[in-house]
């Protein structure tokens, strides 16, 4: 399923609710008024709704959960078809995520993948506003 397709198949406030589950500690560091919330989930969708698609590449974006030292995290990196290697995608343009499919090697439902999805391409759950200074030609 294309990155698109998951952003407007899942309710905001289903998206906030596990996003602030998955990384309460950058809810906690950047606050919540501005950023992380249901509003925000729904600017987020129009921006990328927005953004001009570009050629599809062949770029598929996996989420997978990491487990290091007794803890775990979920990974999210993108892989071209037929290599192993596994690339960065938070410099992506927009457009270009958005034309992505998307593969998860561990169970989640939409919400948690918009989840993750949305923590990586922002810088990390970064406010608006610092994220757009640091990849304004992403968006």
């Known amino acids: 399923m ?9 309710s905001p406030d289903k998206v906030e609710e596990e996003y602030r589950r998955a990384y ?16 925000s989930f729904s600017r987020y969708r129009q921006i990328v ?6 050629v599809d590449g062949g770029m ?10 007794g803890d775990g995290r979920y990974d999210v990196s993108g892989r071209q078809p037929n290599d192993e290697v596994s690339y960065a995608l938070d410099f992506s343009p927009w ?29 990390y759950g970064w406010p608006e506003k610092i994220a757009k200074s640091y990849n304004k030609y992403c968006i």
């Open 95 to 123: 457009g270009e995520w958005k034309l992505m499919n998307v593969k998860c090697l561990s169970e989640m439902d939409v919400y948690q993948v918009e989840c993750h999805l949305y923590y990586e391409m922002t810088w």
């Open 24 to 39: 309460s500690a950058e809810v906690k560091n950047h606050g919540t008024d501005t950023w992380a919330n249901a509003h």
């Open 60 to 69: 598929c974006v996996i989420i997978t959960y990491v487990r290091e030292d």
């Open 49 to 54: 709704n927005d953004a001009i698609g570009v």
């Open 2 to 10: 294309r990155v698109l397709v998951i952003f407007n198949a899942a």
